[in-house]
């Protein structure tokens, strides 16, 4: 199946159009391209402000002159007055309206636009209201002011325009597998900390919430607290039995995730540990042995700081003995102004950073492998994105949730992957053992796993389902 795009439109935003369409077709098993004429013995898309001359050689797709205001100007597009259609059950915004004139189309908003606007962190790159981290914060997205932060809007965009290829030319698309079944959920783990003897950690479990209580915890939970560095000296040590578990269970379960791996520490926030200790040396060995994925979890600031990046990235990669391919930024730190381009000089394939740290949901209104958009070039990047849905500390942040209200949750929005027939990365950190900060974690993390083999999910490391995405 072939389709042709044929863009007549304004310079400055036909780089972004390709980019809105080109994540529209990836969930299709198609050949497409982008030329300035009609190609015969296929379907072909046309998009611009004029009605092409011969209407029945090509589906017309009006374009958008606010969204050309909005890339020139550097803004969001207005959506006091948004109006939304119905769709597979979803209710989905009209982001730049472009009804026809003098003529017919089956698209009554620029479809590439909306998907350009939603996926391709745009909204990061103008945003100037960040977090203390210098992150883009959820309650500023569009996503979050629409109501749409948790189901992945664009891949209902795709089948929309899927649908309407059909309707208009008959058309039979077909859609790209995870292997053998239509969704897939990337397990993940960033190894953040490793041992409760760690001078910082001492002074966070000890100092910070045992004498201070800066997280207002409970009487009984402080004295937890207040003995883990004697515990794990007589062999109980949460961030190590973690480790094990997660490994452990997904062995039993025949399942192979990403372990992320920090190598360095480039600011406070940062836990230093060795990946060639005796411990991190067999630990990974046993990861290597087995199959898991193995990747770079890079040091605060390393998102805006390729020469921090590439030293940890040759760390971990001299330490195993081969190139690693996947990355999250500690902290969900990401600028779209400089990161993706570092991570493509850091050669860097696969990410899976784009979830928002206090909120879960869909942060680029997308469930599947997309390419990121490398602003810095203006163009396409080379990194493909697995979108992160939740983490496990998003939600014990967002309230003192009951195990089965956060397993609720977790659930509600694995719900959606699979409603979207999408894939999406979940995290869980090794301090799952942690009684205090998660509590019965370790149960949810199992009851997330037997709830998604249930279901027939394909279940993978972050690169695996990148790579069985056909």
């Not at 325009?161 to 053998?180: F, M, N, P, R, W």
Request: hydrophobic share 40%; proline share 4%; glycine share 4%.
């Amino acid at each position: 199946m072939k389709i042709n795009v044929i863009t007549s439109c304004d310079y400055r935003i036909k780089r972004k159009i390709e980019y809105g369409f080109t994540v529209l077709f990836q969930p299709w098993r198609i050949d497409f391209q982008f030329e300035p004429v009609v190609s015969a013995d296929c379907v072909n898309i046309f998009y611009g402000r004029q009605f092409p001359s011969d209407p029945r050689k090509a589906l017309w797709i009006r374009a958008s002159e606010e969204f050309l205001s909005c890339i020139s100007e550097s803004k969001l597009p207005d959506i006091s007055e948004v109006a939304w259609f119905e769709f597979s059950g979803k209710r989905l915004p009209k982001l730049y309206p472009s009804p026809a004139v003098g003529g017919s189309t089956y698209v009554d908003f620029d479809i590439a636009a909306a998907a350009f606007i939603l996926a391709s962190n745009f909204q990061d790159l103008i945003s100037l209201e960040r977090d203390e981290f210098d992150r883009m914060r959820a309650m500023d997205s569009l996503q979050d002011k629409l109501g749409i932060l948790e189901y992945p809007v664009v891949n209902y965009y795709s089948k929309f325009l899927k649908e309407v290829i059909h309707q208009s030319t008959g058309a039979l698309i077909e859609e790209k597998k995870y292997g053998d079944s239509s969704f897939a959920l990337a397990l993940s783990h960033d190894i953040d900390y490793t041992s409760s003897l760690n001078p910082r950690m001492i002074r966070r479990n000890v100092v910070g919430h045992a004498i201070l209580n800066r997280e207002s915890l409970y009487p009984q939970e402080r004295i937890r607290k207040l003995t883990f560095p004697a515990l794990a000296l007589l062999g109980y040590d949460p961030p190590r039995k973690g480790m094990t578990f997660l490994r452990n269970i997904e062995r039993e379960n025949n399942l192979r995730s990403t372990f992320f791996i920090k190598t360095g520490a480039t600011s406070k926030e940062d836990v230093n540990y060795s990946c060639t200790s005796g411990m991190m040396r067999e630990f990974l060995k046993s990861l290597s042995d087995s199959g898991f994925e193995i990747g770079i979890h890079p040091s605060m600031k390393t998102y805006i700081d390729l020469e921090h990046l590439l030293a940890e990235k040759n760390r971990l990669e001299n330490s195993l003995g081969r190139s690693v391919s996947s990355v999250r930024q500690h902290y969900l730190k990401f600028t779209a102004s400089k990161t993706v381009d570092i991570w493509e000089k850091a050669d860097l394939k696969y990410d899976s950073t784009l979830g928002f740290s206090r909120r879960v949901g869909f942060r680029n209104s997308v469930a599947f492998p997309f390419p990121l958009y490398n602003f810095a070039s203006d163009r396409i990047s080379t990194v493909t994105e697995l979108p992160l849905v939740f983490m496990d500390g998003t939600v014990v942040e967002s309230g003192r949730f009951e195990t089965e209200r956060a397993l609720d949750k977790m659930s509600s929005l694995i719900h959606e992957v699979r409603a979207s027939q999408g894939a999406a990365s979940i995290l869980f950190h090794n301090s799952i053992s942690d009684p205090v900060d998660f509590p019965g974690y370790e149960h949810i993390y199992r009851e997330i796993i037997a709830q998604a083999r249930k279901d027939n999910f394909f279940l993978g490391s972050v690169k695996s389902i990148a790579e069985h995405f056909a």
